[in-house]
């Protein structure tokens, strides 16, 4: 990324499966446009799709009249991705760790989401908040 100002951008989505393309283009378009190098933005574009994926499925159980607020914010070295959900909420420490051997092994389809949050992304971290919207924050380095 040429520039050393933070850049912000905002999304807003209906909580469709539909819009997981909305949400991957949003994400698509700012990276290209602040420079961040192909498989960065690669790995930023799955988790994030993950992420919301996780959200309509889990969250909102595909309840298609729900939002899901996206924030990028982009710096020199960092890209930070929030996701705010008002559905369900869930504790990512009692999500434990694919075996992934037995996984391959079983032919199993699905469930590797958060894992593949985890191992894509820098940083992961989820909140909750009284007024019942839960947030998570996903962070990747740039460089």
């Known amino acids: 990324m040429k520039s050393s100002r933070k850049h912000s951008y905002e999304l807003c989505v209906k909580s469709e499966t539909s819009q997981l393309a909305v949400i991957r283009d949003f994400i698509n378009k700012y990276a290209e446009e602040n ?10 574009i799955l988790a994030v799709d993950e992420a ?25 070295d960092e890209c930070t991705v929030s996701l705010t959900d008002f559905g369900d909420s869930f504790d990512p420490s009692l999500i434990p760790q694919p075996n992934m051997k ?39 380095k740039l460089s």
């Open 35 to 44: 420079h961040i190098p192909g498989p960065v933005s690669n790995a930023i």
């Open 52 to 76: 919301a994926t996780n959200i309509v499925k889990h969250a909102y159980h595909y309840a298609a009249d729900k939002e899901i607020h996206i924030t990028l914010c982009l710096s020199k």
């Open 102 to 140: 037995e996984y391959l092994q079983q032919h199993r389809v699905g469930g590797l989401g958060l894992y593949l949050i985890r191992t894509l992304m820098d940083s992961m971290e989820y909140k909750t908040d009284p007024r019942h919207s839960n947030k998570l924050i996903l962070k990747k």
